[in-house]
Structure formats: C-alpha cells, structure tokens
C-alpha cells in the first residue's frame, strides 16, 4: 500500500495543477470580459483585447505557466 | 517468510493502477468539464459584448428612435441587430435572436441570445441585457430664498448664479444637449433683486441698456444672461434649441437674455409673460389634448413636451388605462395619491392633467432636477432621498431615461458604469 503513496501524490498534483490552470483562465476571461464591455460598440475596427493570468505552479517546471484569454471586439 | 512480501506486491500493484487510474480519469473529467465552462463564459463574454454594443448604439440613437412611431420597431431590432451580430462576430459567436425585453417605445434594453462554438462541436449558448439608465444625484445648490419684490421662493445656483429650481432644472436639460452639440452655455446673471438692480442701474443709467428697479425680468428668476461674450455660436444653438426647452429670446437686440416661458411655478411670484407653447409640442401629442398639456405645464413651471413626454410613457395618452399595480388614467396615478391632489376623477383627462402637472412641477421645484423630478414621479420622493438621487431600479432608471428622450433631452441620459448611460441589466439570469 506504501507504493501507491507517491502514484498517488502525483496524479493528485496534476488535477491540482489541471485546476489551476482552469482557475487562471476563468479569471483571464473575466479580466477580458471587464475590458471588452469598457470599449465595445459602434462599427468601427477590430480590437484584440487580451489579458494574460499567471498559473500557481504545482508541478515543478511548470513556473511562470501563464493562461492568455483574448477577444476581438468592434471598437467605436 | 519469502513467499508473502512477493504476494503483498502482486496485489498492491494492480491496486496502485486502478487507484492512479481512477483520479487520473476524474482530473480528465474535471479538466473536461472545465473547457465546457469556458466555453459557457466566452459565449456569455460574447453575448455581454453583443448587447452593450447594441445598447450603445439604441443610447447613441435614442433621440431619433424617440421622435418616430412605434411601427417602426422592426426596422429598429433590425439595426440594432446588425451592430449586435458585428460585435458577436469577432468572438466567433452567433446572435441567434435580439428583442426588446420592456414596454413602450421607444425601447429601453435590449436583450440578446448568442450561440459560441465549445467543445467536441457542441455550442454554448448566453442570453444578456443591456439598457439605458438615468442617473442623477441630489445636491446641495440651495442658494438662500428671494423676497422683495419679483420672485419670492428659493434659489438654486448655475454657474454660480441664481435663479429658481424650475428654471435651472430645465436649464440642465438644455445645457447638457447644448454640450452634445459641443457648445458650452455659460450663466453670466440670473435672479436680480430689486436692490441689486438699483445697484446696476446706478452704475449705468441708461434705461435702453439697464431697466430701472422693478421693471428688469430679471426680478422673475426666469431670466437667464448667457455667454454674453463671443457667444456667436451658443446663441445661434439658442435660437434653433432653445423654444424645445422652454426658453425663448426676450428682446431682438440682446442675443444673450433668454427667458423660460413656463415660470417658477406656483411658488414662484409671478408667471413669465408669453402663452403656452402649444406649437413646441412634437407631433406624436393627440390633438384634443395638446392646449390642455401646454396650458398645465406652464402653470406649473414645467416644459409642455416634458409633460407630454411623462404622458405618453405612462399610458400612452390613454385615459382609462389601468397598470397591474393600480394606477389608473391618462397620469397613472394612484388612488391614494390622485385623492391628495384633490383629483375627483382621474379617468378624466382635463383634470388628470393639471393634476399631473402639479405633482412634476413640485417635484422640479423640490430637487431643481427634471432627472430627480422623474424618479420621484416615479417612486415616490421618499426613495430618491433616501438613495440621494436616482433610486437604483431598473425600472426608474428606464422611465426616466425614457421620458427624457420622449422630450428631446436624450443626452441627459448618463451613468451606468462608463457614465454612458448604457449598462448591463442581466445576463443569464444574474443580476451584475
């Protein structure tokens, strides 16, 4: 049973760190959803509005993971 | 003793598998479920950006939407639709459907249901509303209270000049569409006493240029001196726009000295001299009833079109309407509040209207704002002190947004987040 201590740890980490990334994307969509509302309208040309969200890093080699969340809106 | 550790490790294996299996499928499922949810909040992304757009647009046109009948509802979804698809569009999103959620024309929200693509070809579907609001806020520009002769009432303060609460309300109104015009109205003399007349005169004493105590309009509180220098373009603006608000030039040769027909209102000393203004009335005002609003509002110190617009809003110029709620006649008033205004009939037209009448007009004069005046008519003054300002119901934000259109003031029409007038009322079902 000892041996399933550290499989176990491990995939744990990953859905953590699945998670996280989830987590980050959520609130770089808000991010985006907060700055398009602040622009959009009108027909004038596209704008690409980005925002980018750091990932808590669970897994090693995984520090400075970012999540980027954009969208393209009609600027005025 | 050898045989069992061999046993425990042929059994814990399989065991560890399955376990590692197990949690790894559910993080997959997790993560699954995860992309589903993004997909769900970029489709409502894409929906909230849809219906600010077209609520931008419907608050950018609302003057022009407010002047044409309602018939033309479907060319309007028709064009707001178009701006909303255009700012779906770049988010990959559909607008699958665009209506006007509320009553009345000219419409006040705009709802839209946006389709966005998601995973495994599935699309995520977002519904959400934006509209247009009013907002206004109580202040303090209580300027003291005028006697001795003239005017006799309190004073508000406009560029640091005084003059009554009905005047300065209207005057709001009209400096707020002067400056979407990109002109910049300036007070430079409002309420005269009889005593700072006698000063002025004094000063210059030539009855062409200054009248001699108690003979200046300016003692009515209902005169205004605007932008007395290079004020070429302001009052060129004032002589197209002006009548609309009620003001008019008072004499041929002083381009600057406009007055406001309607008055101060009740309180008010006297009635500024000039008739009702029956042919300022838009066209949408049924004839019987066009002499019987101009005359009550200018009994009461109001704008006639205001009047007409907080009619049409209400009922429709329908004198026996009845809301759900129980207001009744042409004004909507309430029986509790119809029988404080002396009103014995409030189907009745010829008396639901003055009746109306008086009630805005001593709002106006209570909070020297037509905005504040509006949501007062609306829910009640209590609420609008009680909140200092606009209360925060959709509803009011929208009647009085509305009736501000309906009566060429559409850019008073502000606040929302952006202080554009636009905001978004619900998405999905959630209040924001």
Redesign the interface.
């Known amino acids: 049973?000892l041996?399933?201590i550290p499989?176990?740890v491990l995939?744990?980490l990953?859905?953590w760190q699945?998670?996280a990334?989830?987590g980050a994307?959520?609130r770089a969509?808000?991010e985006?959803?907060e700055r398009?509302?602040?622009t959009?309208?009108?027909?004038g040309r596209?704008v690409?509005v980005t925002a980018a969200e750091a990932v808590g890093a669970v897994l090693p080699g995984l520090e400075g993971l970012r999540v980027r969340a954009r969208?393209?809106?009609?600027a005025? | 003793m050898s045989h069992r550790p061999r046993r425990q490790r042929g059994q814990a294996l399989p065991l560890v598998l399955v376990v590692a299996a197990l949690v790894l499928a559910g993080s997959l499922a997790l993560f699954a479920l995860g992309r589903a949810q993004l997909a769900v909040t970029r489709a409502q992304v894409a929906a909230d950006v849809a219906a600010i757009s077209a609520a931008r647009e419907l608050r950018a046109r609302i003057g022009e939407a407010a002047g044409e009948p309602v018939a033309t509802s479907g060319a309007w979804r028709a064009r707001l639709a178009a701006v909303a698809v255009a700012a779906a569009a770049p988010a990959g999103a559909r607008v699958e459907a665009l209506s006007f959620p509320d009553d009345g024309w000219p419409p006040m929200s705009v709802q839209v249901i946006v389709s966005a693509p998601g995973p495994r070809g599935l699309r995520a579907r977002a519904v959400a509303r934006a509209g247009l609001v009013a907002s206004a806020v109580l202040a303090d520009d209580g300027a003291g209270w005028a006697s001795g002769g003239g005017y006799a009432g309190p004073l508000v303060l406009r560029d640091g000049k005084p003059m009554c609460p009905s005047v300065a309300a209207s005057f709001d109104l009209m400096d707020a569409a002067a400056r979407a015009d990109g002109i910049d109205l300036v007070v430079v003399s409002g309420f005269r006493s009889d005593a700072e007349q006698a000063v002025l005169f004094r000063r210059h004493p030539d009855p062409r240029w200054v009248a001699r105590p108690g003979h200046s309009r300016h003692r009515d509180a209902t005169e205004l001196d605007l932008n007395m220098v290079a004020g070429g373009g302001a009052h060129a603006w004032l002589a197209r726009n002006g009548e609309g608000f009620g003001f008019v030039q008072r004499y041929s040769w002083e381009p600057w000295h406009w007055g406001y027909v309607p008055g101060c209102g009740s309180r008010g000393a006297q009635r500024a001299p000039g008739g009702p203004t029956v042919a300022a009335l838009p066209g949408w005002v049924p004839s019987p009833l066009r002499g019987t609003i101009a005359v009550a509002a200018s009994a009461n110190g109001i704008a006639p079109v205001l009047l007409a617009a907080l009619l049409r809003s209400e009922s429709g110029f329908d004198p026996r309407a009845v809301s759900p709620a129980g207001a009744q006649g042409i004004a909507q008033l309430m029986p509790a509040t119809a029988r404080g205004l002396g009103l014995r009939d409030p189907f009745d037209p010829g008396q639901a209207i003055p009746a109306a009448a008086r009630l805005l007009g001593g709002h106006v004069r209570a909070f020297g704002s037509v905005p504040l005046a509006l949501a007062a008519y609306n829910a009640g003054p209590g609420a609008v002190r009680r909140y200092g300002g606009i209360p925060p119901y959709p509803e009011t934000q929208a009647y009085v947004a509305r009736i501000l259109a309906l009566a060429g003031a559409a850019a008073s029409i502000g606040g929302g987040p952006g202080g554009d007038g636009v905001r978004l009322i619900r998405v999905a079902g959630r209040f924001v």
């Open positions: 049973m041996a399933m499989v176990l995939v744990a990953l859905g699945l998670a990334v989830i994307g959520m969509q808000e985006v959803r398009a509302l602040v959009a309208g009108g027909s596209i690409v969208i393209g809106i009609r005025p």
